[in-house]
């Protein structure tokens, strides 16, 4: 017969920080979310507090939080926010009407992606050894690429070779954009988006367009979450990580073939987020969303 334990006290080492300190310690985690494990653990002992750095480590992880790269999003100053929190109200389009959208954008492309690049496979004290060593350059060759993108599938790419004034961009809407167009619309109507870039807003483009009867989609400032070719230039780079293009020619190519091989159902996808996007501009009152 199993009787009943009562009064049995908890095995263990006891713990050396009280929850009242631990909470301290949440608050100062919460006044700086920037702030590294040092620092927290500084400033938590020097207000009293008795515990090691490993404790310090131990309790953060407790609360449930981990040491991330930060996300990089663009500042958006209130104007712009209630911006994004109108035109979000306002776009409340199903996807068949996002489907009629030839969205574009500018996007760059270096030989090197990311920080780290790929991983070396290495033995103890093989670390500066020139078979195990990545070459640095301290300005690596890039590629600056205009593309547009609809529920069809992906436009021809060009190449930019100089800053784009508002003559050429006027000439990148004449010989790309308007075949991308006439590629994924045929005949059927279109409207255009595009971001607020100083060329793309210039009188003389805003005339070119109305002259070519293309309808223009207005758009609030500061806003690549709700522009489905940002996700879809990731997803490229993204593709190109295992190749090693050796040039800016090499680069251009590889860009050029990784594009092509994007198919009509991943855009199509993309443009199904729409909706999505534009909800989550309301949950968050316009401020930048996970998009």
């Not at 006044?31 to 090691?52: I, P």
């Not at 409340?92 to 954008?105: M, R």
């Not at 003559?167 to 059927?188: G, K, N, R, T, W």
Request: aromatic share 8%.
């Amino acid at each position: 017969m199993l009787t009943k334990l009562s009064g049995r006290k908890k095995c263990g080492r006891k713990r050396g920080t009280t929850s009242r300190e631990n909470r301290s310690l949440m608050r100062i985690v919460k006044q700086n979310r920037f702030k590294n494990l040092s620092e927290l653990h500084k400033e938590w002992t020097e207000a009293g507090v008795k515990a090691s750095r490993a404790t310090t480590h131990r309790r953060v992880k407790e609360f449930g939080y981990s040491c991330h790269i930060p996300l990089v999003k663009p500042l958006l100053n209130h104007k712009q926010r209630q911006r994004r929190l109108t035109w979000a109200k306002e776009k409340n389009w199903t996807v068949a009407q996002w489907s009629k959208v030839l969205f574009s954008d500018e996007s760059k492309f270096c030989i090197s992606f990311g920080n780290q690049g790929p991983r070396v496979w290495r033995k103890g004290g093989e670390a500066h050894s020139p078979s195990c060593l990545k070459s640095s350059v301290k300005f690596p060759q890039s590629v600056m690429i205009w593309g547009a993108m609809s529920s069809a599938g992906v436009g021809p790419l060009c190449f930019l070779k100089t800053n784009v004034t508002a003559p050429v961009y006027q000439e990148i809407l004449e010989h790309f954009m308007l075949p991308s167009a006439d590629q994924l619309f045929e005949d059927a109507d279109f409207i255009f988006q595009q971001d607020l870039a100083p060329a793309h807003t210039a009188k003389s483009t805003k005339s070119w367009l109305n002259d070519h009867g293309v309808g223009v989609l207005d758009w609030p400032a500061n806003s690549p979450d709700l522009n489905p070719i940002e996700n879809l230039w990731g997803i490229v780079k993204r593709k190109m990580r295992n190749k090693r293009p050796k040039n800016a020619d090499e680069l251009k190519a590889t860009v050029k073939e990784t594009w092509a091989s994007i198919p009509p159902q991943q855009c199509h996808k993309l443009i199904t987020s729409m909706p999505r996007r534009i909800e989550a501009v309301i949950k968050a009152k316009g401020a930048p969303t996970k998009y």
